[in-house]
């Protein structure tokens, strides 16, 4: 019996029983969904991660209180002794540094009119856009003079701003910080969150103001920053501005063993960040690819009942010149059948689901081609090799024995 004529018996007997078949390719549908759903979730997550690092600006560096190991730790005892003295330093004194930007950021009560809302409130410098990549849609951004004037002025993202102000242009109006009252002088333009922060929805003053107006002096040491982030001259500088801040800071920080503070590069929080969303996605395909699993068994039991069902068929075939080699193509060509077509509907499903949740999520529809092809190529492996079994045992059937069974 060649290929052809055996492919065509199988159709047939899968379209006699549509109920099974449709049955027995239900677990192969759900493994390849899960599967290729699984791994464009986890490489959504990890491009969406990629981008919000991407967007933190060029080049950069963060500098942080507290060393490594005791912030690897979860300790909460971080010692407040980075501050604004050592942002401006850094900028005056290290020369593979093209800007400086000291953030500090609280929480608090904003107010227009009888509008009320809780939102961040950001104190920073004058640097702030170049080194992190933000545009000033409308209005101007905060100067030195501002800050060293401790000027009542805000910037205000562009989030907070429809909610306070609707459509209105909120240039030249007048919100309340913790009870303070703030002229609004510029509107970010529109970015998302980054480093756990939405500066869409935030509130943005000098960084003198916030502390000596909103949340005071904290350190002993000068205005207490939360982080001080750096522009590199190029990429190639980064590891010389790296040196070049940890030996300044130890020498205004009178260190002679342990840092009190940590610098992380753009370039380590990728490779974290590409370690663990990889880590996840390889747990998520890991765990979906159980569900193939299951559908190859549920495949061995359907094909084992079909061989009992049949036993005076195959003993018939067999009287009439089939070769065992013709039996056991014929069970193992349907067992394909069933896997292939199971895996390619289980694909549509799995870049449906894919897309589904793009569109309610944050995460960007990612479809793997490699993920597909590996996907249908082991469920359709999975088939044959769970329909091994039932077709050698068709093929061993005794035709005399066959015929006779009720």
């Not at 986890?42 to 600006?57: F, P, R, T």
């Not at 000098?206 to 207490?224: D, E, F, K, N």
């Not at 329909?387 to 005399?400: E, F, M, S, T, Y």
């Amino acid at each position: 019996m060649d290929l052809i004529e055996s492919l065509k018996m199988a159709t047939k007997t899968l379209s006699a029983n549509k109920l099974r078949s449709s049955l027995t390719m239900l677990g192969i549908i759900i493994g390849n969904a899960s599967v290729i759903a699984m791994i464009g979730i986890g490489e959504g997550a990890q491009k969406y991660v990629n981008g919000q690092l991407q967007s933190l600006g060029p080049n950069v560096l963060f500098i942080v209180p507290g060393n490594r190991e005791a912030r690897e730790l979860g300790d909460l005892d971080i010692p407040q002794n980075l501050v604004l003295a050592d942002a401006i330093a850094i900028a005056n004194q290290v020369p593979s540094v093209s800007a400086v930007s000291a953030e500090n950021t609280t929480q608090g009560l904003i107010n227009y009119r009888n509008r009320n809302t809780n939102s961040s409130v950001v104190g920073t410098t004058e640097d702030f856009l170049t080194v992190r990549s933000f545009e000033i849609a409308q209005g101007r951004f905060l100067t030195d003079l501002d800050q060293r004037s401790n000027s009542l002025v805000a910037v205000i993202g562009s989030t907070l701003a429809e909610r306070l102000f609707d459509r209105q242009s909120p240039i030249g109006k007048q919100i309340r910080v913790r009870g303070i009252t703030f002229n609004i002088i510029g509107l970010l333009e529109k970015k998302g969150s980054s480093l756990g922060l939405d500066y869409d929805d935030a509130v943005m003053v000098p960084i003198t103001t916030l502390a000596s107006r909103i949340v005071g002096r904290t350190s002993p040491y000068g205005i207490q920053v939360s982080f001080i982030s750096v522009s590199a001259n190029s990429q190639a500088a980064m590891d010389t501005a790296e040196f070049q801040i940890t030996n300044l800071l130890r020498l205004r920080h009178n260190i002679t063993d342990g840092d009190d503070f940590f610098i992380q590069s753009q370039d380590t929080l990728l490779e974290i960040a590409d370690t663990v969303t990889g880590a996840l996605t390889l747990m998520l395909a890991a765990i979906a690819s159980i569900s193939l699993f299951v559908g190859g068994i549920g495949i061995m039991n359907i094909m084992l009942v079909s061989v009992r069902e049949r036993t005076q068929e195959i003993g018939l075939r067999k009287a009439i010149g089939a070769t065992q080699k013709d039996i056991l193509s014929q069970f193992l060509i349907e067992a394909v059948i069933l896997s292939a077509i199971g895996g390619l509907v289980g694909t549509a499903a799995g870049v449906s689901g894919i897309f589904l949740i793009a569109a309610f999520s944050p995460f960007e529809g990612s479809v793997s081609a490699a993920a597909v092809i590996i996907a249908v190529g082991v469920s359709g492996s999975i088939g044959l090799f769970f329909g091994v079994v039932p077709a050698r045992q068709a093929a061993k059937l005794d035709p005399i024995v066959a015929l006779r069974s009720p």
